[in-house]
């Protein structure tokens, strides 16, 4: 069974300081690791993939296998950035490919 | 392209009581999902949908909860009876095309209160 675990479920940083998500991971095979956002009174949406590489609005996040971690980060925040955030994983393979949601972490962005 | 609809947006029923929440996904879209999101936790996959057939329903509760999605269009999702550990947000997504490698786009959801 695969678990996604988000330590922080409040976090506050002041605009302009850099901003890191923790999401750590529980699984046996190889994960596909995604981060989802809901900005408020908007629907759930696709932030980034693991698999894509990308940067998405100034965020990133690296696969970690050894520390099984994927943290999402963006070097200076912006007061737009303040959402709900999610953390998910899915299997790579097998019958069983659901995606599984961390509890989310509420991120503030101060003036 | 209009997003995945769903309705009503909230509902408010007494335990013990019959509930149906409507989903439409977005057009050409052969996949649904029903995800249940109990406050302060992230959603949980209930059903899977292929076209109308099902692919996952193994955390459905199988013993009052019911969906079905009979021309792979829209779908239904049934609660009967409510308890009170139900009250969430149903929300309901949709992908293009095989489950696998598509990006899930997800409705506004159907806040639900069980009294």
């Known amino acids: 069974a695969q678990r996604v675990t988000q330590p922080e479920k409040l976090l506050s940083v002041f605009k302009g300081a850099p901003v890191e998500l923790k999401c750590n991971y529980s699984?046996?095979?190889?994960?596909?690791l995604f981060w989802y956002v809901q900005y408020s009174r908007q629907r759930l949406q696709l932030l980034l993939r693991h698999i894509s590489r990308e940067s998405i609005k100034g965020f990133t996040a690296d696969l970690n296998k050894g520390e099984t971690s994927f943290h999402l980060k963006k070097p200076f925040a912006q007061e737009e950035d303040s959402a709900m955030y999610y953390c998910a994983l899915r299997p790579l393979s097998g019958s069983a490919r659901q995606l599984t949601f961390g509890s989310g972490t509420q991120l503030t962005v101060l003036p | 392209e209009a997003g995945v609809a769903q309705s009503p947006r909230y509902k408010i029923i007494e335990k013990r009581q019959s509930v149906a929440f409507w989903c439409n996904p977005i057009?050409?879209?052969?996949?649904l999902y029903w995800y249940q999101q109990i406050l302060g936790q992230g959603p949980k996959l209930l059903i899977q949908?292929?076209?109308?057939?099902?692919?996952?329903d193994s955390q459905l509760p199988k013993d009052r909860f019911s969906a079905e999605r009979l021309k792979g269009v829209d779908s239904t999702l049934k609660i009967q009876p409510a308890k009170l550990e139900d009250s969430a947000v149903y929300l309901c997504a949709s992908t293009l095309g095989r489950i696998d490698y598509n990006e899930q786009f997800f409705g506004p959801g159907t806040r639900l209160t069980v009294l």
């Open positions: 699984y046996s095979g190889s994960p596909e």
């Open positions: 057009s050409g879209h052969a996949t």
């Open positions: 949908f292929q076209n109308n057939g099902v692919v996952d």
